[in-house]
């Protein structure tokens, strides 16, 4: 008899939902994270088929698109377009490689990687390759992530 009153209770203060404390309804801290990411990936694949399509069209239909764009908007992609021509077909390939990569990891660790290669950025070239060749590093990121590193900040072959 206990247990009914308490199932109704619980019934009741939850609103109907909840059966012995469990609500279906409600994601999982680790469903949420997956959501997270692809909706993440969604985001970032949408940015990249929005420069590509501009990629594909003459300068008449790039104004006329650009226009129905915010000004931030419009200068952000600009200045993305500027760059992409200013790359070879075969540097233009090579970069949607690594992007291809990069987004391969998972999330947490395309983060590093980020990180890891702001941090490279910064330093001079000679440091630059000290850090990429330390064992610090070796231990921090798994052989693709290292290459993917190696690549970006143009080094050669990571040695296995």
Do not use: H, W
Not at 122 to 145: N, T, Y
Request: glycine fraction near 4%; charge should be positive.
């Amino acid at each position: 008899m206990r247990s009914f009153y308490q199932l109704a209770l619980c019934m009741v203060v939850a609103g109907g939902s909840v059966l012995c404390g469990q609500n279906s309804n409600v994601p999982s801290q680790q469903q949420k994270q997956q959501i997270r990411q692809q909706k993440q990936q969604i985001l970032k694949q949408k940015q990249a088929d929005t420069i590509d399509r501009f990629l594909a069209m003459n300068p008449a239909e790039r104004r006329q698109a650009l226009q129905q764009l915010p000004a931030d908007r419009q200068q952000q992609i600009l200045r993305r377009l500027r760059n992409l021509e200013l790359l070879s077909n075969n540097e233009r390939q090579a970069l949607q490689g690594r992007l291809k990569d990069l987004q391969s990891f998972p999330q947490e660790r395309q983060q590093a990687v980020r990180r890891e290669l702001q941090s490279l950025r910064s330093m001079s070239p000679a440091d630059r390759r000290a850090r990429l060749s330390s064992e610090e590093l070796k231990q921090s990121f798994s052989p693709d992530e290292l290459q993917l590193l190696n690549d970006v900040m143009g080094q050669p072959d990571v040695k296995e």
